[in-house]
T-cell receptor, first 115, second 113 residues
Framework: DAGVIQSPRHEVTEMGQEVTLRCKPI?????LFWYRQTMMRGLELLIY????????DSGMPEDRFSAKMPNASFSTLKIQPSEPRDSAVYFC?????????????FGSGTRLTVV | TQLLEQSPQFLSIQEGENLTVYCNSS?????LQWYRQEPGEGPVLLVT?????EVKKLKRLTFQFGDARKDSSLHITAAQPGDTGLYLC?????????????FGKGTHLIIQP
């Protein structure tokens, strides 16, 4: 398996533009997570899906953020409109039975810069 | 929200030295995981500890879960430059809540040759 695949690796966009981040989880994993990482706040959980259904989106900062998982092999995180404070590294992770101790497999992340 | 405090935040030592980093919380976790993250990459799982008092060894790394399942430590013996990275602990909520893993902010470790 190629692991969790995220695209793009880097994104630079102007304030106000729409940004879409993509993730392909590991085949067979039933949970998918979106995290945001900054130096100040560390890794923050934005949203997670179980069997393609959003379970907890309490970490989504505001209505500008939305996430979808149309099928078991694909998820998107969209920011519309983007703002400079959204600049961070966004990670997608997938897991099988994480509540039973299954670890997360992270993608390599998307480094987003909003200017 | 269950918080995990990691200490120290930054640590720089010479190759060959021993070190211990800590992960503490006031909350109980059903299990706790340690990850290592290198620049430009995502965190990689090192170990999961489940039972209070559990000790796991991974070559020169020793992980311990506190008896009350509120804290954990990572001890590295004879540190090598390849151990450099961000070490993150993460807890699985024991209360049956819907949130995913809660991560600490990590310990930035630099091993100088």
């Amino acid at each position: 398996d190629a692991g969790v695949i995220q695209s793009p690796r880097h994104e630079v966009t102007e304030m106000g533009q729409e940004v879409t981040l993509r993730c392909k989880p590991i085949s067979g994993h039933n949970s998918l997570f979106w995290y945001r990482q900054t130096m100040m706040r560390g890794l923050e959980l934005l949203i997670y899906f179980n069997n393609n259904v959003p379970i907890d989106d309490s970490g989504m900062p505001e209505d500008r953020f939305s996430a979808k998982m149309p099928n078991a092999s694909f998820s998107t995180l969209k920011i519309q409109p983007s703002e400079p404070r959204d600049s961070a590294v966004y990670f997608c992770a997938s897991s099988l039975e994480f509540r039973q101790g299954g670890g997360y497999t992270f993608g390599s992340g998307t480094r987003l810069t909003v200017v | 929200t269950q918080l995990l405090e990691q200490s120290p935040q930054f640590l720089s030592i010479q190759e060959g030295e021993n070190l211990t980093v800590y992960c503490n919380s006031s909350s109980v976790f059903s299990s706790l995981q340690w990850y290592r993250q290198e620049p430009g990459e995502g965190p990689v799982l090192l170990v999961t500890v489940v039972t209070g008092g559990e000790v796991k060894k991974l070559k020169r790394l020793t992980f311990q879960f506190g008896d009350a399942r509120k804290d954990s430590s990572l001890h590295i013996t004879a540190a090598q430059p390849g151990d450099t990275g961000l070490y993150l602990c993460a807890g699985v909520n024991s209360g049956g809540g819907a949130d995913g893993l809660t991560f600490g902010k990590g310990t930035h470790l630099i091993i100088q040759p």
